[in-house]
């Protein structure tokens, strides 16, 4: 809702009230003792109710820039994003030296 609000400001569209609320299904399959688990997001769901006193094009190009210009929404869709550093007990730690069992 934060980018509905940003991207608003900068269209100049009116903005009024705005509630969202957002679900999701996971799920999870494999071994822990093999450590194979992978978990996963199935679909994720959100529901807006959105208020405003300007014409419906304005507001669905409103909307379409607050999809578009959200950071978290566009990482999901490239996982390759996320970089992970690990320290152990204050020391650098990397799982690469550590493979799963049976790999």
């Given at each position: 809702m934060t980018q509905l609000e940003r991207y608003a400001q900068m269209m100049k569209v009116n903005l009024g009230q705005v509630k969202a609320?957002?679900?999701f299904s996971v799920a999870s399959e494999g071994s822990v003792l093999a450590q194979t688990v992978q978990a996963r997001a199935d679909k994720i769901?959100?529901?807006y109710d959105v208020e405003s006193t300007d014409g419906p094009e304005?507001?669905?190009g409103l909307l379409r820039?607050?999809?578009n210009g959200c950071y978290a929404r566009q990482s999901f869709g490239r996982p390759e994003l996320f970089e992970d550093t690990?320290?152990?007990?204050?020391?650098?730690?990397d799982l690469a030296d550590y493979p799963a069992p049976g790999r």
């Open positions: 609320s957002i679900g769901v959100i529901h304005q507001v669905a820039n607050a999809r690990i320290n152990l007990n204050g020391q650098p730690f």
